[in-house]
């Protein structure tokens, strides 16, 4: 019986020396020691494990990866799966790497193909043989899933305080500019006279939405996967649980196949990352408008714009248009990851290792995009002249003038088609509502008044649209009041 097994395990009586030999032939200097070499007589083709060797962008999970590794030496000891003297070292030893890493000191190498097996080699290397007893119970399925999972955990959090940042600014760009006027637009028609604050805020309510849903990728990822092994459990006595508890994490996943392969948790992410874009991109386009001749509502910092190279008058708002731009970018992020998990068989396939390329880009273009967005807001100077000549010199108050009458007992249809006629007169004569005479409204309707004067102000137009959630100085100061409070309940001080 022993016989037989030393001849399965060397293939041929004679094949020890021979593969051996094979052996030191074919592989290259750091590829001979491949943590899953065991199976393979030849070394992994050098193009073929750059292709698909994932080290250059996961290496960015190293502290993840090791905090996962030490959580999970940890249980094994408690367990008694392995001995805690071999559980301290392996900690220790991680710590080590750890330290090195973050200073400088580690050599990543693609040979080794992703992060956790260039920290688990380096760390045998350096343990010896307690180093190879960390990966019992555990594969790099469920490792990378738990790295990832604790990952987005900390960059959520990371993505929320940005908002919050955001959001802070938009509400004192509000308070600073709260009696400014300027049309608000339909169509991007001129359509009713609002507070320019009250537009603001209105982002304010947007990111509110944004943060709500990172709220939700991060339950999603606040799920531990560790102890689903390649795709089906362990055969080791191990105590999910235990892991769950050292990384703080709020439940565990309760099927092994789920584990390793759900990624809802990374579309949710790119999902909620996509419709903040749209939102800063939304106000980018805003922006970059408000900043044109044609509107000249806003100036931006000089230190926020560059110049041309050409034009020497230019000063250009590259951040909105940059950020309008990486929009794409990452609503592309998020249509590869539905893309790269559509009609995926269960449970792990490399594809999914596709994964994180997108994922961290897009993270760090949001990260980037909202701290930017905060000093473009802070830094941007608002032309209240030129938004009050926009509402005075225009009909935006013609709705007014229907509201007026209604007021007065006229059905509003009529009331619209009065005001109506009264806006056709004043553009064939080249004027504006507020320059007709009382007699010459008169014309239009008996029920016109010296009062009809004040009721076209844009402040009267203003303060008047005070139904919940209007643009009337008390509804604009409600909705500050109530965005401050909410700033305070999220642990910012504003
Ligand atoms: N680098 C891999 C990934 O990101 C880790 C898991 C590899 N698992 C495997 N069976 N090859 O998905």
Redesign the pocket.
Request: no cysteine.
């Given at each position: 019986m022993n016989n037989k097994i030393n001849q399965l395990q060397s293939g041929t009586p004679n094949a020890a020396t021979n593969s051996e030999q094979r052996e030191s032939e074919s592989r290259q200097p750091g590829q001979a020691s491949r943590l899953w070499g065991g199976r393979f007589e030849k070394s992994t083709d050098e193009m073929i494990n750059e292709f698909?060797?994932?080290?250059n962008f996961?290496k960015r999970m190293y502290r993840e990866d090791i905090e996962g590794s030490q959580a999970h030496a940890k249980m094994l000891a408690a367990q008694k799966i392995i001995s805690d003297d071999d559980a301290e070292k392996i900690c220790a030893g991680l710590q080590k790497i750890l330290s090195d890493i973050d200073a400088g000191k580690f050599d990543f190498s693609v040979a080794l193909?992703?992060?956790?097996m260039n920290v688990e080699k380096v760390l045998t290397d350096a343990i010896g043989e307690a180093g190879g007893r960390l990966h019992t119970a555990r594969?790099?399925?469920d490792?990378?899933a738990l790295d990832?999972h604790l990952y987005m955990r900390r960059q959520v959090r990371e993505v929320q305080r940005l908002i919050l940042n955001l959001q802070t600014e938009l509400v004192k760009a509000a308070e600073k500019n709260r009696d400014v006027i300027f049309p608000g637009y339909t169509h991007l028609q001129r359509a009713q006279p609002i507070l320019f604050a009250h537009h603001l805020l209105a982002y304010f309510s947007m990111l509110q939405r944004d943060f709500a849903r990172f709220d939700g990728v991060y339950q999603r990822a606040d799920l531990m996967p560790l102890g689903a092994g390649?795709l089906a459990g362990t055969t080791f006595p191990i105590d999910r649980n235990f892991v769950a508890r050292e990384l703080n994490f709020g439940a565990i996943y309760s099927n092994s196949l789920d584990a390793v392969s759900d990624r809802d948790y990374l579309l949710e992410f790119l999902s909620a990352a996509s419709i903040l874009m749209v939102h800063l991109s939304r106000l980018s386009e805003e922006i970059i408008l408000w900043c044109s001749r044609e509107f000249s509502f806003i100036e931006l910092d000089d230190a926020h714009c560059t110049g041309s190279s050409m034009m020497p008058q230019k000063k250009n708002p590259d951040v909105p248009e940059l950020v309008r731009g990486k929009t794409g970018r990452v609503v592309g992020h998020l249509t590869a990851l539905l893309m790269t998990v559509k009609a995926l068989p269960l449970a792990?396939n490399?594809d999914?290792?596709e994964?994180?390329e997108g994922v961290f880009d897009a993270l760090d273009t949001v990260k980037f995009s909202l701290a930017v967005f905060a000093q473009i807001v802070a830094g941007m100077k608002v032309r209240r002249e030129n938004m009050r000549r926009a509402v005075e010199e225009d009909f935006s108050n013609a709705t007014d003038v229907a509201d007026y009458l209604v007021k007065k007992n006229l059905p509003f249809r009529q009331a619209h088609e009065v005001s109506g006629k009264l806006v056709h007169a004043c553009i064939a004569h080249g004027i504006y509502l507020k320059d007709l005479t009382l007699e010459e409204f008169k014309e239009f309707s008996p029920l016109f008044d010296v009062d009809i004067f004040d009721a076209i102000k844009p402040e009267t137009c203003v303060a008047a649209r005070n139904s919940l959630g209007g643009t009337s100085y008390e509804q604009v100061d409600a909705q500050i009041s109530a965005a401050k409070d909410w700033l305070t309940n999220h642990g910012n001080d504003n």
């Open positions: 698909q060797a994932s080290i996961d193909e992703d992060i956790h594969s790099r399925n490792q990378v990832t390649a792990y490399k999914l290792q994964d994180k």
